[in-house]
């Protein structure tokens, strides 16, 4: 998951920081219990392709899942071309990941376009990734709000970034929280920002949840 940080050295909380940039969404979508009954002949083939591969990845059989996926993929179907990103991915085929992931994107798949996004962040394209965040976001991703908050604040947008952090504190992340209390606290809107910080402190882990409690300390030493 990216994380972006405050460099300005003012008081305060800084907004969450910089972890590895990599792609929160890196698990498999996994085929349903019981699949939908298609409409037609070559839907029917995306699918049953789709599950093949679902089944083969949990066989640790990757390059087998990752033929079926490519099948699935060519077939229109949007769930098996983001798993075959997936798996390019992690063969460091960052280009033909790329390339499903707008194909995933395209069809609509929320967590194809946050990795999208992740993918164009890493290599400076801030347009692209916030239009491929703003995607996610739109569809309801958690992560891809927290992301184009990130950007937003990073261009000045704040009242942006505000509404998009929000949205993913809405949404359970806890990092989106902790910067929405950041944001809020800068503006002096004390009692928000300590209620903000405390969902992130609840709702987070690790780094997160530390630097929260370090903010609800804070506000309380200048209360």
Do not use: C, W
């Amino acid at each position: 998951m990216r994380r972006s940080r405050s460099d300005d050295g003012e008081a305060g909380a800084e907004l969450a920081p910089a972890l590895e940039p990599e792609p929160v969404a890196t698990e498999l979508i996994e085929p349903p219990a019981e699949p939908v009954a298609p409409d037609d002949a070559e839907l029917a083939d995306a699918d049953a392709a789709f599950n093949l591969g679902g089944i083969l990845a949990e066989r640790g059989d990757f390059e087998g899942a990752q033929a079926l996926y490519r099948r699935a993929d060519e077939l229109g179907h949007a769930a098996g071309a983001f798993n075959l990103g997936v798996l390019l991915e992690h063969e460091d085929d960052f280009a033909a990941a790329e390339a499903a992931y707008r194909r995933s994107d395209e069809r609509g798949n929320a967590l194809a376009a946050f990795n999208l996004g992740v993918l164009l962040h890493d290599r400076g394209d801030l347009a692209g990734a916030e239009a491929a965040y703003r995607r996610a976001d739109e569809r309801g991703d958690a992560d891809g709000a927290y992301s184009l908050g990130n950007v937003l604040a990073e261009k000045g947008d704040l009242a942006g970034a505000e509404y998009a952090f929000h949205r993913a504190d809405a949404r359970g992340d806890a990092a989106g929280a902790f910067n929405l209390g950041v944001l809020l606290e800068e503006r002096g809107d004390l009692a928000s920002a300590e209620a903000a910080y405390r969902r992130a402190h609840e709702g987070g882990h690790g780094e997160v949840a530390a630097m929260a409690r370090a903010a609800l300390v804070e506000l309380g030493y200048r209360g």
